[in-house]
């Protein structure tokens, strides 16, 4: 028995997510646990991005924000299209 009850027919798309070890259960987390996990979410992706500039420096800034230029332009493209 999992915390979690899952619908029975998940599309693919989510169930390939879900079947990602880690990300998969963040996701699962956010999508049919609690409404506050997706805040906790934010906070520990936001923690692990401090992590990664304290460890690598400017790179650590830098890359995850270079890695998020396609999200960000997918996602104004699509606010612009309505």
């Known amino acids: 028995m999992s915390a979690?009850?899952?619908p029975r027919n998940l599309p693919l798309g989510q169930r390939l997510l879900f079947s990602v070890?880690?990300?998969?259960?963040?996701a699962k987390e956010v999508a049919y646990?609690?409404?506050?996990?997706?805040?906790?979410?934010?906070v520990a992706g936001l923690s692990l991005w401090g992590i990664?500039?304290?460890?690598?420096?400017?790179?650590?800034?830098?890359i995850p924000a270079l890695a998020l230029v396609p999200v960000?332009?997918?996602l104004l493209i699509l606010i612009t299209r309505g």
């Open 72 to 74: 960000i332009w997918t």
């Open 33 to 42: 646990g609690d409404s506050d996990n997706i805040y906790y979410a934010i």
């Open 21 to 26: 070890p880690l990300l998969g259960r963040i």
């Open 4 to 6: 979690i009850d899952l």
């Open 52 to 62: 990664a500039i304290l460890l690598f420096g400017i790179p650590g800034l830098y």
